[in-house]
């Protein structure tokens, strides 16, 4: 019997569906259609392009509600984020449609040359590695702006979202894309090494953890191509004093809880100036205890299950480990009886540095109360992480919050008096270990290109 990736409900533990898994020869004659697709398709001119990103967005739209039921039944996802995630992707295929011609216009450069320009063309087959997650936004926010570039695309998703997989390239096939310009590959991990060394395959991008970053990284290097990383996060919002105590804690309970806490730009890491640490930590928790958990399905939870059993155990454990070095659980830290994945919104405070809680990524509904002795403390304490993705300040004082994002917060996204987010129109990614590279806005479209320089005397 051919080997088979199995997709199991997390909110019940029963296996959903079965799916082969493509032999060399599928994928060899995969990796030819996408290329052949490639060839066609970076001479087509933009607004062309543009018409089959639109008509791709309009069959997310049709498809909204299966969509996002597919989304929770494989990874637990609550229902009407579900249907938020699939509308954003929508949007940013409209977005790149509009604005793509425009980020990669020929660049004007004077020179002693009669003309000199830079011109912005496509690479080829773009590989894209992505999680479980958010399963379409980070496969569409990757293919929106490649695909206006005019690149192909193949997809290794991860495999608990096989489902999801497919129908990306389904829709994505309704909507009018040429045979072969975007494909899913439905392999195992081990096989990645392998797709990243084909010829086919032009560049390479990746969202995941870092330590799925660093073997990407050493594969892709080995063979010289192009590649973003989009990796870990370990967001600290820092609660300044003069902070308005009510925005800062419905942000913080917003920003921890989007997607069931898992989330690599969820809000993890809370530092409260001493001053106004207790007052945090007595509103924050009660509502964390007022955030429903169960059935994701059910309009009523806001959380529902972590996408897989075993990260629930990874994550409870690090709530343990983080408890016997000191750490205070001021709500939640158990797991539920009965089936499913399910772990509840939980506090911990009297985090330290040495414990999971401080160092480490906690990726599902955990949150960090950190001590900071004042301002300067606080920001050292944000700083103290091997990750830098995303950060946030709370603060009256929005002109001085905004100079303190720019000067003095390590990360790739710095949001003042909100909870940190991704936008089509604005460049995503981070610095230390939670990557390099960008996506989205006019960055982002211009990752997958060669810039070339041409010289006319």
């Not at 309009?58 to 938020?84: S, V």
């Not at 590989?127 to 005019?150: D, K, S």
């Not at 990524?361 to 004042?374: C, M, N, Q, R, T």
């Not at 390099?436 to 990752?447: D, K, P």
């Amino acid at each position: 019997m051919p080997e088979q990736i199995k997709s199991i409900n997390p909110a019940s533990g029963l296996e959903i569906a079965a799916y082969e898994i493509y032999d060399e020869k599928k994928v060899e004659n995969a990796l030819k259609q996408s290329r052949k697709a490639f060839e066609d398709w970076r001479v087509l001119p933009f607004n062309k392009r543009a018409v089959v990103l639109r008509s791709i967005a309009k069959e997310l739209r049709k498809e909204k509600e299966q969509l996002a039921i597919l989304a929770t039944m494989e990874m637990g996802k609550p229902i009407q984020q579900g249907r938020d995630e699939v509308e954003k992707c929508a949007k940013t295929l409209e977005f790149y449609a509009k604005e793509g011609a425009g980020f990669l216009a020929n660049e004007i450069v004077e020179t002693d040359a009669r003309k000199s320009y830079v011109a912005f063309r496509p690479l080829g087959v773009v590989l894209a590695i992505m999680p479980w997650n958010f399963p379409y936004w980070q496969v569409f926010r990757a293919m929106a702006p490649a695909v206006m570039a005019g690149n192909a695309m193949v997809l290794k998703h991860a495999s608990n979202v096989s489902g999801c997989a497919l129908a990306i390239e389904r829709v994505i096939k309704n909507g009018g894309a040429p045979k072969g310009l975007f494909q899913t590959l439905l392999l195992p991990s081990s096989r990645i090494e392998a797709l990243i060394s084909d010829p086919a395959i032009a560049a390479v991008t990746l969202t995941g953890s870092a330590a799925a970053g660093s073997k990407v990284a050493e594969a892709t290097g080995r063979n010289l191509k192009k590649q973003v990383l989009e990796l870990g996060g370990s967001d600290a919002y820092i609660i300044l004093e003069d902070a308005d105590m009510a925005i800062a804690v419905e942000i913080a309970v917003r920003g921890r809880l989007v997607n069931s806490g898992q989330s690599c730009i969820a809000a993890k890491r809370f530092v409260v100036v001493k001053s106004r640490r207790k007052e945090f930590e007595q509103l924050y928790t009660a509502q964390m205890k007022l955030a429903t958990y169960g059935d994701p399905m059910d309009e009523k939870n806001r959380v529902g299950p972590m996408a897989r059993t075993d990260l629930r155990d990874q994550l409870h454990e690090q709530v343990i480990k983080s408890v016997e070095k000191g750490a205070k659980i001021l709500c939640g830290g158990f797991i539920p009886d009965g089936p499913g994945a399910y772990y509840p919104p939980t506090v911990l405070t009297n985090v330290k540095k040495g414990m999971p809680a401080y160092e480490e990524e906690l990726f599902g509904p955990v949150a960090s109360v950190i001590e900071a002795k004042d301002e300067k403390d606080a920001f050292r304490i944000a700083n103290d992480s091997i990750y830098g993705l995303g950060g946030g300040i709370i603060s009256k004082n929005r002109a001085r919050a905004e100079k303190l994002a720019v000067e003095e917060l390590q990360a790739g996204s710095c949001f003042v008096n909100d909870f940190v987010h991704s936008d089509p129109r604005l460049p995503f990614g981070g610095i230390k270990h939670s990557g390099y590279g960008r996506e989205l806005g006019a960055f982002g479209i211009r990752e997958f290109v060669n810039i070339k320089t041409v010289f006319v005397k």
